[in-house]
């Protein structure tokens, strides 16, 4: 998936991410809390909850009028008020994921590097959440054997130097794929479970 870059973004390190599911687009907010020591990553919540978006103006006006309750204010507040962009960032597609791991047909062996980008980059995304909330079912979710076993693979498969499917071998014959993707499908429900819908 692209990445659209705009210098605002690039200077508050907030971005707008565009959500695809229920053959819907929403937007939400992600970004890096650069007051925390840590600079963690953060999606835009209230109370647990992601907060979800039908436009971009509406983030901006969020952000605007909610200054107590939003992580980083002070540069959210300068992001919103500058920021002119009218694309996301990056477009998460979880239908497309869902389909993926409903297909009884694909196997781990059909995943090519675009395939395993997606799969890795919402993997990543989930992870930024249950960092931010600290939030143990998530944190459980992402350490089930097979999930693991299937990220070292893609990584030693397409993105290491090596780029070669030889080095993913020995994690690919551990891998049980009824089992990744039950997990996966498990990670899905949760992070779209998180989901509000701001009016």
């Known amino acids: 998936m692209g990445k659209n870059f705009d210098n605002i973004s690039e200077q508050f ?4 991410i565009e959500i695809k599911f229920n053959n819907q687009s929403n937007f939400m907010l992600w970004g890096t809390d650069m007051v925390d020591e840590d600079e963690i990553d953060k999606i835009l919540s209230f109370e ?13 006006t969020y952000v605007k009028s ?6 980083d204010s002070e540069n959210l507040h300068q992001w919103a008020r ?5 694309k996301p960032y990056a477009t998460y597609d979880l239908d497309q994921l869902k389909s993926i791991i409903s297909d009884e047909d694909f196997t781990i062996n059909h995943f090519d590097k675009k395939k395993a980008f997606e799969f890795i980059d919402f993997y990543n995304l989930f992870g930024d959440y ?5 939030d143990e079912e998530a944190h459980h979710l992402m350490q089930e054997k097979n ?6 693979f893609a990584y030693n498969s397409f993105f290491w130097k090596s780029n070669n499917q030889e080095q993913g071998a020995p994690e690919l014959r551990k891998i049980k794929t009824t089992e990744l993707f039950a997990n ?8 779209i479970g ?6």
Not at 66 to 71: A, E, H
Not at 130 to 134: F, L, S
Not at 184 to 191: E, G, M, P, V
């Open 194 to 199: 998180k989901f509000k819908l701001v009016d």
């Open 48 to 60: 647990g909850s992601i907060l979800l978006f039908s436009s971009i103006n509406q983030i901006q």
């Open 184 to 191: 996966y499908q498990r990670i899905l429900n949760y992070f």
């Open 66 to 71: 909610n200054l107590k309750s939003i992580f």
């Open 13 to 16: 390190r907030k971005y707008i």
């Open 147 to 152: 999930t693991k076993l299937f990220f070292d």
């Open 82 to 86: 500058k920021m002119r962009v009218r």
């Open 130 to 134: 249950a960092h931010q909330t600290k």
